[in-house]
């Protein structure tokens, strides 16, 4: 029986599933750069990930775009904050993951307070996004109704990666594929 390396099968619960998401995550979506669209054997790669930033952004990314992605990891305890730029319009989008966790001391709204301070000081004219990623099939949990986030299950970002594909296509990265596709 295959079993997923996301699973939650610790007695623990230390939080590690949470860290290896902001990772891979955050690597993917610097793969949506158009400086990775001419590396051999990773045009599926960059496709998939262009398709992952459009879901998070909620805009299709067509392959003339012209895309730039920074990303930041536990910026302010933000799991993961990333600056997408296309065609020259700047997205910053405040990431929190969860996998087990739950809320906690009020933190969507502080995070989200400091992501807007910090755009209204610096970047004023970014379009701002407020997104919960689970590695969860699927995630509708009604303690994150009323944040003003867009919540995206596991099934929800492979489905915007791979549509409904039975066979999915290696995306030519070990790192890719063994957490978005072997399991999948």
């Not at 955050?26 to 398709?51: I, P, V």
């Not at 209204?120 to 944040?147: A, M, P, Q, T």
């Not at 986030?149 to 070990?174: C, L, P, Q, R």
Request: hydrophobic share 35%.
């Amino acid at each position: 029986m295959a079993v997923r390396f996301m699973v939650d099968s610790t007695e623990g619960k230390d939080g590690h599933c949470e860290t290896i998401m902001d990772y891979v995550v955050s690597w993917t979506l610097r793969r949506a750069q158009n400086e990775c669209s001419s590396e051999t054997g990773k045009e599926r790669l960059y496709m998939y990930s262009r398709r992952l930033l459009g879901l998070i952004i909620q805009q299709k990314i067509k392959p003339e775009d012209d895309v730039v992605v920074e990303t930041w990891k536990q910026e302010a305890k933000i799991d993961l904050w990333v600056r997408a730029t296309i065609n020259g319009v700047s997205h910053d989008v405040l990431i929190e993951n969860k996998y087990y966790s739950h809320l906690h001391d009020d933190q969507l709204n502080r995070y989200k307070i400091y992501f807007d301070n910090f755009l209204d000081e610096h970047f004023k004219e970014s379009k701002r996004h407020y997104v919960i990623l689970s590695c969860k099939e699927s995630w509708e949990n009604e303690e994150y109704k009323g944040y003003g986030y867009e919540v995206y299950g596991w099934d929800d970002m492979t489905s915007a990666m791979f549509g409904d594909n039975k066979i999915i296509e290696s995306s030519g990265s070990d790192i890719f594929d063994e957490f978005w596709i072997n399991w999948t």
